[in-house]
DNA sequence: ACCTCCCCGTGACACCTGTCATCCGCCGGC
DNA sequence: GCCGGCGGATGACAGGTGTCACGGGGAGGT
């Protein structure tokens, strides 16, 4: 019996995954979550084997948590379930320690099977998923550069963006000129997009 | 027995919503899909009563699929379920004919709770989000406004937009300078948001 | 020590953008 | 018929934006 803990924030496809992975007759659902930072000490307390975790959750983002998940509690395998497969998370996932990266895209019946095969040592990662996390490469993004972006990311005058971080507005630019010539964008606005996409920020 | 047609493009959040409802002994989901379009050809081949539509979804969104539904299979009543709590979606969800509108924040066990409502003839709307899309009022947006509100999303500059609807750079500034005005922001980027944010788009 | 890279800043310049005034044609309501 | 609202367009103007050149400081590598 394998023991799960599911981590989402939308309480109804939480309640539903769980539906659906107890159908499994080898499979447990042992504690579920609703935010990042509470996963390490549920893991812990419900004695959890396999983690699947989204990403997008208040408190910590889910690749953080299987980090956190990774040192805090060596053991337990996590299994990352996201909307977006932006290549970049599948690489920042397993850096942090994830043995599986997989899209909400993918047939329910397959994710058992995941389940299974994180829990006996193996890696799962959506093949075209890879592929393209190494088409795209690592993030050229300078570490100002991806927190400018994300500042951009809600189309904030530069003047704004400068106030809030506390530079000269000179230098904002300059950073984000940067960000638009490393991203092929022509505003700080869809360079902001399409890093968010590539999964920079 | 209450035959369910579900609709949703996330194979994974469709199947785990397949086996929560299934559990329940009075439901039957008799159809799913991934596609807007597809909903009402398989809710009249499956039979279905109430059709369970996720807003966001390709060919066809889940608003416009309940208006088809509405017109296409009378008897046959709509519920949206959504991720984005976004107040015009609730105004827009029941003038298109929907009975109902939940968010996928809602607890797992009121989903059938909701549906069986619907089933019954009654409306069943977030009590928060009915309150929300009272306060906000409809869309003050122009037509004109709304498409290239749309076109802005992105980050694109202006002389894109005016070349992907044929319009002078001129006419775009002044429509685009009128939807920042009935926004409330500061540039075309921030307006596009806060319209999608309200579901004005 | 030297080089490289990142970070921060200034100044200048061309271009883009948001705003306003003003015009036109069209349609629906009164 | 008149009027108001929408769509489309032009011109002008202030201010925002993207780019480039240049300088200075600090951290890390060889």
């Given at each position: 019996?394998?023991?799960?803990?599911?981590?989402?924030?939308?309480?109804?496809?939480?309640?539903?995954?769980?539906?659906?992975?107890?159908?499994?007759?080898?499979?447990?659902?042992?504690?579920?979550?609703?935010?990042?930072?509470?996963?390490?000490?549920?893991?812990?307390?419900?004695?959890?084997?396999?983690?699947?975790?989204?990403?997008?959750?208040?408190?910590?983002?889910?690749?953080?948590?299987?980090?956190?998940?990774?040192?805090?509690?060596?053991?337990?395998?996590?299994?990352?379930?996201?909307?977006?497969?932006?290549?970049?998370?599948?690489?920042?996932?397993?850096?942090?320690?994830?043995?599986?990266?997989?899209?909400?895209?993918?047939?329910?019946?397959?994710?058992?099977?995941?389940?299974?095969?994180?829990?006996?040592g193996l890696r799962v990662?959506?093949?075209?998923?890879?592929?393209?996390?190494?088409?795209?490469?690592?993030?050229?993004?300078?570490?100002?550069?991806?927190?400018?972006?994300?500042?951009?990311?809600?189309?904030?005058?530069?003047?704004?963006?400068?106030?809030?971080?506390?530079?000269?507005?000179?230098?904002?630019?300059?950073?984000?000129?940067?960000?638009?010539?490393?991203?092929?964008?022509?505003?700080?606005?869809?360079?902001?997009?399409?890093?968010?996409?590539?999964?920079?920020?």
């Amino acid at each position: 019996m394998i023991r799960l803990l599911l981590a989402d924030d939308q309480a109804l496809v939480r309640g539903a995954l769980a539906a659906l992975l107890d159908l499994e007759s080898d499979l447990e659902v042992v504690a579920q979550v609703g935010r990042g930072d509470e996963v390490v000490e549920a893991a812990r307390a419900s004695g959890a084997e396999v983690c699947l975790l989204d990403i997008e959750m208040p408190g910590m983002n889910g690749i953080d948590a299987a980090a956190a998940v990774r040192r805090e509690l060596p053991g337990v395998r996590s299994l990352v379930v996201t909307t977006f497969g932006r290549p970049g998370y599948v690489r920042r996932a397993i850096e942090a320690g994830a043995s599986g990266f997989v899209v909400k895209d993918t047939p329910a019946r397959q994710l058992a099977d995941a389940v299974r095969r994180v829990h006996a040592g193996l890696r799962v990662i959506d093949p075209d998923l890879a592929a393209e996390s190494l088409i795209d490469g690592p993030s050229p993004l300078t570490g100002r550069e991806r927190e400018l972006l994300t500042h951009a990311l809600d189309g904030s005058p530069v003047s704004a963006i400068a106030a809030r971080v506390h530079l000269s507005e000179g230098t904002v630019r300059n950073h984000l000129s940067a960000a638009i010539g490393k991203t092929g964008a022509a505003t700080r606005s869809e360079a902001a997009r399409i890093a968010q996409e590539r999964g920079w920020l």
